[in-house]
């Protein structure tokens, strides 16, 4: 692969870019984990692989985040953003259309695989749904988000005035409401079912789920109205880049718990699999945010560079 000094030079900048939003700008704090925290700069990730491809893309976000780095924790995550502009970079690279969203998915399949290896893992099987809907847009889509990227055409609208689809709407509230009530009397509910472990770890799913699904039917009967396009393709890119992200950053966490968070030393895997589960609306929260950050950005930023002529990829 030839690199031209233009893209080395995009390549400078966003690694920079990483560096300031990694130091000087608050992270998230990591539960549990005291003076680690999630960099903004995970938001930024998948932008680079979108603009730089995906190799490109993985380096300008690796070394900025190795520029950053204070510790051997923060060494190793910052392969986490660098795989999430891997993995949005293959799904919107037109050139690698033919195979690029399977190479995604197999990044995605084999983070899930690593989750399921763990200890942790196999006591919370029902953790990875955030990423399981990333792997399913990787599959499902195809080499749609390359078409659409490239064509760079926004939206269409089905008619000149928004209409929303009430049944959709509806039915996404009823099922936020019953995901909501069996999260919150989650342990009144397995007491009343005898306590037993397969009843949690079904009410948790179930949960999850319902929570997933009726904020789904929300957002298209809202949105039903408008026919996907270049933004749709750039946030699907962005989220699956981001959660690819997400997971690795879990199996770094597992792997140095010890070092991390001292006090779970020996802990028991069900104790730390109930804290994973514990935060997973609140990482599903963080991972929504950093999707929307990554596509108002991206959406404003690839037709500016696109109308300035920078040739940012040659299949574009």
């Known amino acids: 692969m030839k690199v ?4 080395v030079a995009l390549v400078a900048i966003f690694a920079a870019l990483s560096w300031i939003a990694s130091k000087f700008v608050p992270g998230i704090p990591i539960i549990g984990a005291e003076g680690s925290t999630i960099s903004w700069d995970a938001s930024l990730a998948p932008i680079y692989g979108i603009i730089l491809g995906p190799y490109l893309g993985f380096a300008a976000a690796l070394i900025g985040g190795l520029v950053a780095a204070g510790s051997l924790f923060t060494v190793l995550t910052s392969f986490c953003t660098g795989i999430s502009a891997f993995v949005a970079g293959m799904l919107t690279d037109k050139s690698k259309k033919p195979y690029g969203w399977i190479v995604a998915a197999a990044v995605i399949a084999l983070l899930l695989a690593g989750w399921y290896a763990t200890d942790v893992g196999r006591t919370a099987p029902f953790y990875p749904l955030l990423h399981f809907a990333g792997l399913v847009i990787a599959i499902s889509t195809g080499g749609w988000i390359a078409d659409k990227v490239t064509e760079g055409k926004s939206e269409e609208m089905s008619k000149l005035t928004v209409k929303l689809d009430a049944r959709y709407i509806a039915l996404g509230i009823v099922l936020l409401f019953a995901g909501f009530v069996v999260y919150v009397r989650h342990g009144a509910l397995v007491n009343a079912l005898g306590g037993a472990e397969l009843a949690s770890a079904t009410l948790s799913f179930t949960a999850y789920a319902l929570l997933i699904a009726g904020a789904l039917s929300a957002i298209y009967g809202v949105f039903s109205w408008i026919k996907p ?17 997400h997971m690795l950053g879990n199996l770094i966490f597992l792997g140095m718990i010890d070092v991390v968070v001292p006090a779970l030393k020996d802990a028991p895997s069900d104790v730390i699999a109930g804290i994973f589960m514990s935060v997973l609306p609140i990482s599903a929260v963080e991972r929504t945010l950093f999707t929307a950050i990554a596509t108002i950005i991206a959406v404003a930023l690839l037709p500016t560079l696109r109308r300035a002529g920078i040739i940012y990829r040659k299949s574009q």
């Open 4 to 7: 031209s000094p233009k893209e």
């Open 229 to 245: 396009g270049f933004v749709t393709a750039i946030a699907l890119a962005c989220y699956a880049g981001i959660i690819a992200d």
